[in-house]
């Protein structure tokens, strides 16, 4: 079975950091320790607010850490500038609403407008590697696949923070959106949400090659420490794998 790429998210150990406005924790160091500790890549959301991770921690991270820095971001002409200038291996298009306390849902592609698609071609051009934040609807993923996307990421937060009894269903859907992005030539990644509960069934499909956990897996080292929660998320993936 191919091996399954777990990102880490370190936005919010950078959340932690900003509650006090000083340098600790420090987002950059919790990267190099996750990296230690198993994870194949770090991802962090630049967002438009700052209010978590800024400028200055993608730019040490992407210097820094010897790590695939996967920089999420909203397609903005500010971010597609600051992508474009530091050139992380890759980006993934998210949506975001200054008002959401994390991202909600997946990018509307269908209805994204003009500049998604020039952002797209903007960053391939940079040798960035593009996915798409999506839900795992078809129609939304063939129009991702039309823009020249390399990947789409699932949004599993329906699955993951739904009601138990729904998560036969969420996983039925989830999977046809894993079906309709190997019929589009799209690579599949999948994230949001995900906790040790969760991750499982997720990962047992072959033909997702990435997930990328944040919260839980930042909230849940406050008891475990970040290296034991990286190792054991590394060892339930391997498990489920097979």
């Known amino acids: 079975m191919t091996h399954l790429d777990l990102s880490v998210n370190v936005d919010h ?3 932690l950091r900003n509650a006090r406005g000083g340098a600790f924790p420090c987002p950059v160091e919790a990267a190099r320790i996750a990296v230690e500790a198993g994870a194949d890549g770090i991802t962090v959301h630049l967002r438009e607010d700052r209010r ?3 400028d200055r921690d993608v730019e040490r991270i992407r210097t820094e850490v010897a790590t695939q820095l996967n920089f999420e971001m909203a397609a903005t002409e500010e971010m597609v500038a600051f992508a474009e200038r530091i050139r992380p291996p890759y980006c993934c298009i998210v ?4 008002a959401e306390l994390t991202t909600e849902g997946g990018l509307d592609v269908l209805r994204a407008g003009p500049f998604l698609a020039q952002a797209v071609q903007r960053l391939r051009a940079a040798d960035v590697r593009v996915s798409i934040f999506i839900e795992a ?17 699932l949004h599993t937060g329906t699955y993951a923070e739904g009601p138990v009894a729904d998560r036969a269903t969420q996983l039925a859907r989830l999977r046809r959106g894993v079906e309709a992005a190997r019929a589009a030539g799209l690579l599949c990644h999948a994230g949001h949400g995900l906790t ?3 991750v499982g069934p997720i990962a047992a499909w072959p033909e997702v090659t990435e997930v990328s956990i944040g919260h839980f897996l930042i909230s849940q080292s406050v008891f475990e420490g ?16 097979g």
């Open 13 to 15: 150990v950078a959340t």
């Open 52 to 54: 978590h991770i800024r």
């Open 95 to 98: 949506p975001e609403k200054r």
């Open 137 to 153: 609807d078809p129609a939304q993923i063939e129009a991702a696949a039309r823009l020249g996307a390399l990947a789409i990421e």
């Open 196 to 198: 040790y509960d969760t």
């Open 226 to 241: 970040l290296p034991a929660v990286v190792r054991r998320f590394r060892t339930l993936i391997d498990a489920a794998r």
